[in-house]
């Protein structure tokens, strides 16, 4: 008999950079602990971007009083806001503060 393997959406993965155990929860899609992401996403989750390359937090500013750190892609330059998860490091986050965060759209 052959169990049926379940199929899981989340991906558990372990951070390039840090070398942190991330649980995936389906929209993780960086690291809460250095916060580095990956270029692979349009919108959170999508994973349409084949680039890959390594997003590098620069800079953190606050939107509509949610904090959202700007990235920048290593490989292609591609730079982005995203949103901050609650697990994240908020001391990364304070630090990312004080780097003047130009407007990217
Ligand atoms: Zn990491
Ligand atoms: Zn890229």
């Given amino acids: 008999?052959?169990?049926?393997?379940?199929?899981k959406r989340s991906e558990d993965f372990v951070c390039e950079v840090c070398g942190t155990k991330v649980k995936g929860t389906g929209y993780t899609d960086h690291c809460p602990s250095c916060l580095f992401s990956k270029h692979v996403d349009v919108f959170p989750g999508d994973r349409k971007i084949k680039c890959g390359g390594l997003m590098e937090p620069i800079g953190a500013t606050?939107?509509?009083g949610k904090w959202q750190i700007l990235y920048c892609c290593?490989?292609?330059g591609y730079k982005r806001f995203n949103k901050i998860a609650?697990?994240?490091n908020k001391e990364k986050i304070a630090k990312l503060s004080q780097?003047?965060?130009e407007n990217v759209k």
């Fill in 74 to 76: 290593q490989k292609c």
């Fill in 62 to 64: 606050k939107r509509k």
């Fill in 99 to 101: 780097y003047p965060v």
């Fill in 86 to 88: 609650p697990e994240d």
């Fill in 1 to 7: 008999m052959q169990q049926k393997k379940f199929i």
